[in-house]
């Protein structure tokens, strides 16, 4: 395990993959406070860390090990931290910060059943609103749900150079189940792992350190390579100098938003099985969306035309592509454990166009497909 980027077919859990791809996307400095069911992701990245030069911090709590991943992606490190359910909720302010900010980062939530301290070792898929919203003021972030242990690994190599690129938090919404099951990885050669690092400005000192490009997304300063400059969290200007002033609060808002929204497209990913023809659809992600594959491929041989939309990005929400088959689909069917999170998502973006069922489960235990396979046989039925 001393090799900076492990190659090749391996068996790992999805916190240990998730770990992996946390290095082969470039992270070399983590910081986080143990919890469960993340700690596993932890204790590895705390292991192969040390060995290839990053470094590891186990913070007092949660607030801190944020805080701590914040200065050392503005120090230049590609920095991350994982957590569940209360650090989450604990990590919110700082997730605020980083977007002010503009820092890049990458934060793994594996998600447990809840609310407060709920079940810490069950699965839960309630964190989706608050990935988005819960920190408070208008902004986004970038959201990734893999469905299997190979993609906790290319996912967090993604969300590193997401977070580079855009600069801005991405977060990957893991579950219990993902993060704890052994499953086949196969793990490219660094050389065939692309990897994006952020840009930096020119200009030193640098006068304008929030001064956009034609992408609506500044150069970022190094602290300790020469550069001089501010930054706060308060509303700022293109100096990064506080100014609280509605017209700049308004420009900076709209460019912090924009900057992801008009790369939606970019950055959206999905997979799309069955929808050719397909009259009633399930919309999933995580652990769900496997169940709801197989869901869908015994109802296909029962002849109802069933498909899946797996959103592999839950955030930005795919909206173009749920309103492409919304005028296609007759009815649209979102399991999710939790009591209703992105069906209300699927129901604005559908707009009446179709039937929009919620199947829900509280926590602890996953859907099965027979579960799911019912759910669709009588939506069948109905249309």
Not at 193 to 214: C, G, H, L, M, Q
Not at 342 to 350: A, F, W
Request: with cysteine.
């Amino acid at each position: 395990m001393s090799e900076a980027v492990l190659t090749g077919v391996h068996y790992l859990s999805g916190d240990d993959a998730a770990a992996e791809g946390l290095i082969a996307g470039g992270i070399r400095f983590f910081a986080g406070y143990p919890i469960t069911p993340s700690s596993e992701l932890q204790e590895r990245i705390s292991r192969r860390l040390p060995k290839i030069g990053g470094i590891f911090i186990q913070m007092e709590d949660e607030l801190s090990s944020l805080a701590a991943v914040i200065g050392a992606s503005w120090a230049g490190a590609k920095a991350a931290t994982a957590t569940s359910g209360p650090g989450f909720s604990l990590m919110q302010e700082h997730i605020g910060l980083a977007v002010m900010m503009e820092v890049p980062l990458v934060l793994v939530d594996v998600q447990r059943a809840g609310p407060s301290t709920g079940m810490p070792t069950y699965i839960g898929e309630g964190d989706v609103m608050q990935a988005k919203w819960g920190s408070h003021g208008s902004y986004e972030i970038i959201a990734l749900s893999p469905s299997s242990v190979q993609e906790c690994f290319d996912f967090c190599v993604r969300a590193v150079n997401l977070a580079e690129k855009y600069r801005v938090p991405v977060i990957v919404l893991m579950s219990e189940t993902i993060a704890h099951i052994f499953e086949k990885v196969v793990i490219p050669p660094p050389d065939k792992i692309s990897i994006v690092s952020r840009k930096t400005p020119i200009e030193k000192p640098i006068r304008f350190p929030y001064k956009a490009d034609e992408d609506l997304i500044p150069p970022m300063p190094i602290i300790g390579e020469g550069y001089l400059f501010h930054s706060t969290g308060l509303t700022h200007d293109e100096r990064g100098y506080p100014k609280i002033d509605p017209e700049v609060q308004d420009r900076l808002i709209r460019r912090l938003c924009d900057k992801i929204r008009k790369h939606a497209d970019e950055i959206v990913d999905v997979e799309l099985f069955g929808m050719d023809d397909a009259r009633i659809a399930i919309v999933a992600y995580g652990i769900t969306a496997r169940c709801a594959k197989s869901a869908v491929r015994m109802a296909r041989k029962r002849g109802i035309k069933a498909g899946l939309i797996r959103l592999k990005t839950v955030w930005p929400f795919p909206e173009k592509i749920i309103r492409k088959y919304a005028g296609k689909v007759k009815y649209f069917i979102v399991p999710e454990i939790n009591y209703g999170q992105i069906v209300r998502e699927v129901e604005r973006v559908v707009g009446g166009k179709a039937v929009v069922e919620f199947i829900g489960k509280m926590g602890g235990v996953v859907f099965s497909p027979e579960e799911l396979l019912d759910a669709i046989v009588k939506a069948s039925c109905k249309i």
